[in-house]
């Protein structure tokens, strides 16, 4: 059963709805598109950051263990 043929008058609109569904799909699928590029650009950046703390910490045990820079680091 087709609701566009149930109602005739509608046959001569039935491209331009059609065309709109496309267009609405379209722009929902670039939506999703541009969602996940800037979730997973965040999910670097965390990564990234995360490393650097972790590469910060190591180097503040490097300087802690070390007797010599010991008496230069800042203490906590």
Same mark, same amino acid.
């Given at each position: 059963?087709?609701?566009? $043929?149930?109602?005739?008058?509608? &046959?001569?609109?039935?491209?331009?709805?059609?065309?709109? $569904? @496309?267009? %609405?799909?379209? $722009?929902? !699928?670039? @939506?999703? !598109?541009?969602?996940?590029? %800037? &979730? #997973? /650009?965040? #999910? /670097?950046?965390?990564?990234?950051?995360?490393?650097?703390? @972790?590469?910060?910490? =190591?180097? %503040? =045990?490097?300087?802690?263990?070390?007797?010599? #820079?010991?008496?230069?680091?800042? $203490? =906590?």
């Amino acid at each position: 059963m087709n609701p566009i $043929h149930d109602y005739p008058e509608f &046959i001569p609109v039935e491209a331009h709805v059609r065309r709109a $569904h @496309l267009e %609405r799909a379209a $722009h929902i !699928g670039h @939506l999703f !598109g541009v969602a996940t590029e %800037r &979730i #997973l /650009k965040a #999910l /670097k950046h965390a990564a990234i950051a995360f490393g650097d703390g @972790l590469a910060a910490e =190591r180097e %503040r =045990r490097a300087i802690e263990a070390d007797v010599f #820079l010991r008496r230069s680091a800042p $203490h =906590r």
